[in-house]
């Protein structure tokens, strides 16, 4: 049991006294899916969460939120407590043997609110969303464990079982977000393709009261002197938690290897004889790169660890399972409100598995350098780190784990080809960038100001025809570069910079932030036109 933090136990929920239905269940109230929920009960959707446990995550796990999954917090209300509580960095440095190979810096640019990263223990992430979606009027039923489940042209019937009995269930969308051994997905007879990479790790995370000598970054060793022939990562966390990973070799005992007798000998060896510290929380971990072939199943759909799972190096693990909740909850309100045909929900693989491979993909490369297989892929590797001490060509050949960016919906159906000629910016898929702006003589941020609906940017003083003219659903936020009444004020330059917005010009965003389409000059048909095609309305009526 960890000593820094008291798991909440909540109470389980009564069993119905007779079967139901529900327009959309959630399985798993873990990360991933009180994110979704949270997002949903946002958009105006009756949402129910089931979970078979009655608290949240046990140890830290995911720990690194990388600033695209902020401004996701962000924009459910929960951004400035992971900046409160959580530990920000941005710089990296890389070591081999006994030496700092290089170090490099994730967020050179300022004018940003959120950080490259903040550490966090995943269990207090949980605890906000529980709080946020049980006061946006969230169901959540602890203690109900799905054991059942039936697939139908309507949704799926779960039975639920529970302390005191059980009932069936039916619900219209079921989101399995169970995590990485889903019980929906193995019921449905859903396998995984990709790769189990034969490697263990060791996490510990390591309570280490006063100054330890390391800096708030993320640290990563390639066969250092006190792990030879292995690799080491060390990342800080809140409450004085340290979390180091320590690479085993394929031949360790998973269950041997957590007992405090072999733990602490490593880290002793690590941190020194005097340093005292307390062990928090111990796991070993296989690397896991794969996914399902599809995301959504009818109106089943899976997201997070239920529908792809990566190496941990990286952070790409839980912040792609945000960017899923954030992906999926606007597009199933949109549905059920009839705003958009089911047609939009394919959007969803289309969008997120493209997303999922490319996790996959550097998650892959990443495991291949960390732990190299054979005698020439480790000279290989050693050759690299050499190099990349003295030369910066090599530099990016180094490869400890390429962290979290953000997905570009490059080839999204629900992107519009550019009205008029625009250059540079972030371009349609795109999340939005953020800048700082000057909010009636106050500074604040641009992301702030778009909320959870379609946003048409102006990067001109406010325009009363337009905003007259626009289509329903879609409200328009102004951004000047001059001081206007009404206007946010782009005093620095750096939102239109990074949109690459002409003046006049307009972008038309989605309710997740991403960039639908840009106008260098905006007429009323052509946002319709794009906001049609980013609700699938046009691609429904195009259909036979």
């Not at 020439?376 to 780190?385: G, H, Q, S, T």
């Not at 003589?441 to 337009?466: E, I, Q, S, Y």
Request: glycine share 8%; with cysteine.
């Amino acid at each position: 049991m960890p000593a820094t933090y008291t798991n909440p136990r909540y109470p389980a929920a009564p069993t119905p006294p007779k079967s139901e239905s529900h327009r959309v269940v959630v399985a798993g109230a873990g990360l991933v899916g009180l994110t979704l929920a949270l997002d949903l009960a946002r958009h105006g959707v009756s949402v129910v969460v089931l979970d078979e446990d009655d608290t949240v995550s046990f140890g830290s796990r995911a720990i690194c939120f990388a600033k695209r999954s902020l401004e996701i917090f962000g924009r459910l209300g929960l951004g400035q407590r992971f900046t409160e509580k959580g530990i920000t960095w941005k710089t990296g440095r890389v070591f081999h043997r006994d030496r700092e190979t290089y170090a490099f810096d994730l967020l050179p640019e300022e004018g940003h609110e959120y950080p490259a990263f903040v550490n966090l223990q995943q269990y207090y992430a949980e605890e906000w969303l529980v709080e946020a979606c049980l006061a946006a009027g969230v169901e959540l039923r602890w203690k109900h464990r799905i054991s059942r489940v039936a697939p139908d042209d309507d949704g799926a019937t779960l039975i639920v079982d529970t302390q005191d009995g059980g009932y069936a269930l039916h619900a219209e969308w079921l989101l399995a977000c169970d995590g990485a051994r889903s019980f929906i997905r193995e019921s449905m007879g859903l396998p995984f393709t990709g790769q189990v990479f034969r490697d263990r790790f060791l996490i510990a995370d390591v309570v280490i009261k006063g100054d330890v000598g390391f800096p708030t970054e993320r640290w990563f060793w390639f066969d250092p002197p006190f792990h030879p022939g292995q690799s080491v990562l060390l990342h800080k966390q809140p409450d004085d938690v340290w979390r180091i990973d320590f690479q085993l070799g394929w031949d360790a005992d998973p269950e041997g290897e957590k007992r405090p007798e072999k733990v602490i000998p490593r880290l002793r060896a690590m941190l020194g004889e005097k340093v005292p510290f307390e062990l928090e929380w111990v796991s070993v971990y296989t690397f896991r790169c794969r996914r399902i072939e599809r995301f959504r199943h009818g109106r089943v759909v899976f997201a997070g660890d239920a529908a792809h799972q990566v190496s941990p190096f990286g952070a790409r693990g839980g912040n792609a399972g945000v960017q899923d909740a954030d992906n999926l909850a606007w597009k199933l309100a949109a549905v059920l409100a009839g705003r958009a045909p089911e047609a939009l929900l394919d959007s969803y693989d289309a969008e997120r598995i493209p997303a999922a491979d490319e996790n996959i993909l550097n998650s892959t490369r990443s495991t291949d350098f960390i732990t190299p297989k054979t005698d020439a892929a480790r000279a290989y590797r050693d050759a690299v780190l050499e190099l990349a001490a003295q030369h910066a060509f090599a530099r990016p050949l180094v490869n400890s784990g390429r962290l979290s960016r953000p997905s570009t919906y490059a080839d999204s159906p629900l992107n519009s080809a550019d009205s008029g000629p625009w250059q540079g910016g972030a371009p349609p898929g795109a999340p939005a960038p953020d800048a700082p702006v000057l909010h009636e003589g106050r500074p604040d941020w641009l992301l702030r100001h778009l909320g959870d609906g379609f946003r048409l940017l102006v990067f001109a003083p406010p325009d009363p025809k337009l905003v007259a003219a626009l289509p329903a659903g879609v409200a328009a936020v102004f951004v000047s570069a001059e001081e206007a009444p009404g206007a946010l004020w782009d005093h620095t330059g750096l939102a239109a910079a990074r949109f690459g917005a002409p003046r006049g010009g307009a972008v038309l965003l989605r309710p997740d932030q991403h960039v639908a389409a840009r106008f260098a000059t905006p007429a009323p048909a052509a946002i319709a036109a794009a906001l049609d095609r980013a609700l699938s309305r046009t691609l429904a009526e195009a259909s036979p």
